[in-house]
């Protein structure tokens, strides 16, 4: 173990919150090289992909050791579906509440359970512009503590080296085409993503999606004594406003259509290209 490192952890507890995406399992394993003991942590969304869940209980667990699992209690909401309904709103780019209360929040709560912990994660610098200054120490806040992110300085192509270097897998839904696993979907989900996810999913959406739309119309008409002027869907992006609205919200039906279209088919830029931003401290990656 380095000195500098060493002196900061001293006999502190270490905690690795992992997703299942290749960052954070890449950061269990360089701590794995660097001979610091640590224990894991998930955030479990109810949300996520059975790939991902089946990649944290058969590849890291067995090499990680137990993992522990939290999960969101806001309401009595445990889920991004319970959540959904709880607030009769989806998650937007600048009031991501499925971050907040279904990750930040019960890994906050966890590590108040320890004395001084420091906590793990996976972010790097080239990841986006807003992680460009990410610094490898922070003594950040009450609700975070003394956060260590070792891969500030790694490139996608160390990551990748590092799951090679212990014979670990990636996860297949990489190999599938997804540039992210943790949430499925993202609200940023790309067009690739989209197009993965099954039938099942899209029509839990496309019913949440009537459900979020008829309370918030109730509420605007008792309010102002007119329906909404556009519904309320999941995706929210930029594109023609035929397809999505004044609002920028486009049903789930119309987004797996697009989806769908390749070079030469139906082409606009739906999401803000925000990798970076998608979520706090890198609980998703």
């Known amino acids: 173990m380095a000195d500098h490192v060493r002196e900061q952890i001293g006999s502190r ?11 954070s ?41 137990p993992i522990t699992t939290v999960r969101c209690d806001y309401r009595g909401a445990t889920c991004m579906e319970s959540l959904i309904r709880v607030k009769s709103a989806f998650p937007w780019r600048r009031g991501r509440f499925c971050t907040e209360q279904l990750k930040a929040v019960p890994i906050q709560r966890y590590l108040a359970t320890f004395d001084d912990p420091v906590n793990v994660t996976g972010i790097r610098r080239d990841e986006s512009r807003e992680r460009a200054s990410a610094k490898e120490w922070v003594d950040d806040s009450a609700e975070w503590g003394t956060v260590w992110q070792p891969l500030v300085d ?18 297949q839904l990489y190999s599938a085409g997804a540039s992210r696993v943790g949430c499925w979907p993202c609200i ?8 993965m996810l099954p ?16 309370a918030a119309n109730a509420r605007h008409l008792e309010k102002h004594g007119e329906p909404l002027a556009w519904p309320r869907a ?26 769908r279209t390749g070079h030469g088919g139906l082409q606009f830029e ?15 990656g």
């Open 154 to 171: 790694w490139s996608e192509q160390d990551v990748m080296d590092a799951h090679r270097r212990h014979g670990v897998p990636l996860n």
């Open 199 to 214: 039938p099942e999913r899209v029509d839990l959406i496309r019913q949440l999606e009537v459900e979020v739309t008829a």
């Open 234 to 259: 999941f995706f929210q992006g930029r594109g023609p406003k035929s397809l999505i609205g004044q609002r920028n919200a486009m049903p789930i039906d119309d987004v797996m259509g697009w989806a």
């Open 188 to 195: 940023n989900a790309r067009k690739a993503e989209v197009r």
């Open 25 to 65: 399992t890449a950061t269990a394993l360089h701590l794995t090289d660097l001979g610091v003991r640590f224990s894991c942590v998930f955030a479990d969304t109810g949300w996520e992909a059975p790939e991902t869940y089946a990649y944290i209980a058969d590849v890291l667990e067995p090499r990680f050791g």
């Open 13 to 23: 507890p270490v905690v690795v919150s992992v997703s299942g995406g290749k960052d």
């Open 270 to 284: 739906m999401f803000d290209e925000l990798a970076g931003s998608a979520c706090v401290r890198g609980l998703c």
